[in-house]
């Protein structure tokens, strides 16, 4: 299992760093050379590919070699796209003079970034023992936050001493780590049945068909999800006010605070092992709520630095332990046949509930006031954790006879893991 998440691990981490470059680091060197915050947010769009993934989830869920491994051959595909799309930033030594062609390569490489993370997640759900779907989501959401400190941050510190041929040298490097793990990976035999393209495709709308599905999905996930996404989109612009530059602002959100999400994502996958699901939720959710509170100043146009860095890490760590259950819950919905497409739409309707909250957020806060719509996202949360609870109560997870073992061993009917029927005694 240690071999099996120290895999996972790498193949997480090296996804995100050029995601991490693009969103934090290529923004900050784009805006040094002048280009237009118009221009940066054309830039962010690229973004948009993650959430919509699902439309194509089920494709590598139908094929893949047998002979390399369902999935580790759709890995070495997409594994090496990350690193010719890296290198194909090379001969742009001033981006800003090459916007066109810099972001089709940044759309390229979220793309395949998004492509290799249903792959990912597939090998996750077949691979990973019960006990380790904490670890193994921890892990995932924690490599999220080092992909930005070190595509965002340590690739920016390594442009402003040694120029962008050395920046893009470091993060093709680091991303060629996933490469060598991919071509050492020996995914085991899979002897089950492979979904048909059919199959596949409407698991895009069984999978909330399960017993608690539907209340999950369009219930607890939306909750928490808009809560937490109205308050975080508060702060940038809550920031710009109360007179904060933009190199502070890009630094704090994007590298300081991502140090504690990254040691709160592994606590956090720890503990939905040791306390259950619904202890980490109730503990996420009251994270959130005092982390919010905390923000409150921010809100009323009070920065001070130490304080609200302070409260900021407190606010990413909170999140970061709300993101690390609701994956783990999205995990046990996943089915081993078609755990690529399952895991991806159910994760990715989170994303589109954080980018619907933004943009509710940030347009009632107009209106309102960014204080009223913080205090209305506590109250979302809190409803969010009351419904989860109930959720975990009535469909608690069950654990599966065959989750972990080899792929080769486990059976189409026997692997999928289904949460267990009403009345249930809750595991939390």
């Given at each position: 299992?240690?071999?099996?998440?120290?895999?996972?691990?790498?193949?997480?981490?090296?996804?995100?760093?050029?995601?991490?470059?693009?969103?934090?680091?290529?923004?900050?060197?784009?805006?040094?050379?002048?280009?237009?915050?118009?221009?940066?947010?054309?830039?962010?769009?690229?973004?948009?590919?993650?959430?919509?993934?699902?439309?194509?989830?089920?494709?590598?869920?139908?094929?893949?070699?047998?002979?390399?491994?369902?999935?580790?051959?759709?890995?070495?595909?997409?594994?090496?796209?990350?690193?010719?799309?890296?290198?194909?930033?090379?001969?742009?030594?001033?981006?800003?003079?090459?916007?066109?062609?810099?972001?089709?390569?940044?759309?390229?490489?979220?793309?395949?970034?998004?492509?290799?993370?249903?792959?990912?997640?597939?090998?996750?759900?077949?691979?990973?023992?019960?006990?380790?779907?904490?670890?193994?989501?921890?892990?995932?959401?924690?490599?999220?936050?080092?992909?930005?400190?070190?595509?965002?941050?340590?690739?920016?510190?390594?442009?402003?001493?040694?120029?962008?041929?050395?920046?893009?040298?470091?993060?093709?490097?680091?991303?060629?780590?996933?490469?060598?793990?991919?071509?050492?990976?020996?995914?085991?035999?899979?002897?089950?049945?492979?979904?048909?393209?059919?199959?596949?495709?409407?698991?895009?709308r069984s999978v909330v068909g399960q017993p608690g599905g539907r209340w999950w999905t369009v219930g607890v996930e939306p909750l928490d999800y808009v809560g937490a996404g109205m308050a975080y989109a508060l702060v940038t612009p809550a920031l710009v006010d109360a007179g904060w530059s933009l190199g502070r602002i890009g630094v704090v959100?994007?590298?300081?605070?991502?140090?504690?999400?990254?040691?709160?994502?592994?606590?956090?996958?720890?503990?939905?092992?040791?306390?259950?699901?619904?202890?980490?939720?109730?503990?996420?959710?009251?994270?959130?709520?005092?982390?919010?509170?905390?923000?409150?100043?921010?809100?009323?146009?009070?920065?001070?630095?130490?304080?609200?860095?302070a409260a900021l890490c407190c606010f990413m760590v909170a999140y970061t332990i709300a993101n690390v259950v609701l994956y783990t819950v999205n995990m046990d919905y996943s089915r081993p046949d078609t755990g690529g497409t399952d895991f991806t739409v159910l994760s990715s309707f989170g994303l589109v509930c954080s980018f619907v909250a933004?943009?509710?957020?940030?347009?009632?806060?107009?209106?309102?006031?960014?204080?009223?719509?913080?205090?209305?996202?506590?109250?979302?949360?809190?409803?969010?954790?009351?419904?989860?609870?109930?959720?975990?109560?009535?469909?608690?997870?069950?654990?599966?006879?065959?989750?972990?073992?080899?792929?080769?061993?486990?059976?189409?009917?026997?692997?999928?893991?289904?949460?267990?029927?009403?009345?249930?005694?809750?595991?939390?």
């Amino acid at each position: 299992m240690k071999g099996r998440l120290g895999t996972l691990t790498a193949l997480y981490v090296t996804q995100y760093l050029g995601v991490g470059f693009i969103t934090v680091g290529l923004t900050a060197i784009l805006r040094d050379g002048g280009t237009s915050l118009d221009t940066l947010a054309l830039l962010q769009i690229v973004g948009l590919i993650w959430p919509i993934k699902f439309l194509w989830a089920p494709i590598l869920d139908r094929y893949g070699s047998r002979h390399r491994g369902h999935y580790r051959s759709w890995l070495l595909v997409l594994q090496s796209a990350l690193v010719l799309a890296l290198l194909a930033l090379l001969p742009f030594a001033s981006p800003a003079d090459a916007l066109g062609p810099i972001v089709a390569i940044c759309a390229a490489y979220v793309f395949f970034s998004a492509t290799q993370d249903i792959a990912v997640d597939a090998v996750a759900v077949r691979m990973l023992a019960e006990s380790a779907r904490g670890t193994g989501n921890g892990i995932q959401v924690a490599a999220s936050y080092l992909g930005n400190l070190l595509g965002g941050g340590a690739c920016v510190l390594v442009y402003d001493q040694f120029g962008w041929a050395s920046a893009i040298g470091l993060l093709v490097a680091m991303t060629a780590v996933g490469l060598v793990v991919v071509w050492r990976f020996r995914e085991p035999p899979r002897t089950d049945r492979v979904a048909r393209i059919g199959t596949a495709y409407r698991a895009l709308r069984s999978v909330v068909g399960q017993p608690g599905g539907r209340w999950w999905t369009v219930g607890v996930e939306p909750l928490d999800y808009v809560g937490a996404g109205m308050a975080y989109a508060l702060v940038t612009p809550a920031l710009v006010d109360a007179g904060w530059s933009l190199g502070r602002i890009g630094v704090v959100t994007g590298v300081v605070t991502s140090a504690p999400a990254i040691v709160a994502g592994l606590v956090a996958g720890l503990g939905v092992g040791r306390f259950g699901r619904g202890g980490v939720l109730v503990a996420g959710g009251l994270a959130l709520t005092v982390s919010t509170l905390l923000l409150l100043p921010l809100m009323n146009g009070q920065a001070p630095l130490g304080g609200t860095v302070a409260a900021l890490c407190c606010f990413m760590v909170a999140y970061t332990i709300a993101n690390v259950v609701l994956y783990t819950v999205n995990m046990d919905y996943s089915r081993p046949d078609t755990g690529g497409t399952d895991f991806t739409v159910l994760s990715s309707f989170g994303l589109v509930c954080s980018f619907v909250a933004s943009s509710i957020g940030l347009a009632a806060a107009e209106r309102v006031g960014y204080p009223a719509v913080a205090v209305a996202a506590i109250v979302l949360v809190a409803a969010g954790v009351v419904l989860g609870l109930a959720h975990q109560r009535r469909f608690p997870h069950r654990p599966s006879p065959t989750a972990g073992l080899p792929v080769g061993r486990s059976t189409p009917d026997a692997a999928v893991e289904r949460p267990a029927a009403d009345g249930a005694k809750a595991v939390a």
